[in-house]
């Protein structure tokens, strides 16, 4: 089936640094998002990318939808503590999918102060 | 504007109890609705997923069933809880086509001891 590829698993970095995450697949897909959860809660929505080449910002996180449609990163500049968590990559094929997101396995972020 | 409602946030349940989770959502009809597993603070295993009422489909074999009795109402449910059904359970929506991600709910809990 489809599968997700993140990378890396977990990031232990310094408040101020820049982080780097990414996803990449077999499968090309219509749709790729970024979701952060937070210690014991739900995943909330950071960025959502529909067209191959896509490049978008939210505040200090900018997310690409590669140009195969097979991959996407995230880029989170001058990291605060608060972005700790676990950032996930997901995608969407459309077709008969019946609206299933594929995730990746996430990326636990630690941001030492 | 939708709104998702999941409880309980927590629950500690002995091994061969029953299990009942409940997931609502506002200010839609017609919600694809999809419960998820989290173990471990890791990856996002679904479970079942639903495109109707009375519509179930499951994507893993397991002690767990699904049913969705009103159209924004979607149930998890065991008949005998196992110590492997611990983990983190998640209910989310979307509008259908998935191009729009996923809303997730804040989250249940569930210890099995």
């Known amino acids: 089936g489809q599968q997700l590829n993140q990378s890396p698993q977990s990031m232990f970095i310094q408040e101020g640094e820049d982080v780097s995450m990414n996803c990449t697949s077999s499968?090309?897909?219509?749709?790729w998002l970024w979701y952060k959860q937070d210690p014991g809660e739900g995943p909330v929505l950071l960025i959502a990318?529909?067209?191959?080449?896509e490049l978008t910002s939210n505040g200090r996180l900018t997310a690409q939808f590669g140009i195969t449609r097979k991959d996407s990163f995230l880029n989170i500049s001058a990291s605060i503590p608060s972005d700790v968590g676990i950032y996930f990559c997901?995608?969407?094929?459309?077709?008969?999918?019946?609206?299933?997101?594929?995730f990746g396995q996430g990326t636990i972020l630690t941001v030492h102060p | 504007s939708q709104t998702i409602h999941q409880w309980p946030a927590t629950l500690v349940q002995p091994v061969g109890s029953p299990l009942s989770l409940e997931c609502t959502v506002e200010?839609?009809?017609?919600?694809?609705l999809y419960w998820y597993r989290q173990a471990a603070g890791r990856g996002l295993q679904l479970l079942f997923y639903?495109?109707?009422?009375?519509?179930i489909s499951s994507e893993v074999p397991q002690n767990l069933s699904a049913s969705r009795p009103q159209d924004r109402q979607f149930i998890l449910s065991s008949k005998k809880l196992l110590l492997s059904d611990s983990g983190f359970y998640l209910c989310?929506?979307?509008?259908?086509?998935?191009?729009?991600?996923?809303?997730f709910g804040s989250g249940t809990r569930l210890t099995v001891v």
């Open positions: 639903s495109v109707g009422i009375g519509q």
């Open positions: 990318l529909y067209k191959a080449g």
């Open positions: 499968s090309i897909f219509n749709t």
């Open positions: 989310a929506w979307n509008a259908g086509t998935g191009g729009y991600g996923y809303t």
């Open positions: 200010g839609t009809s017609n919600p694809n």
């Open positions: 997901a995608a969407y094929a459309g077709g008969t999918s019946y609206g299933k997101l594929t």
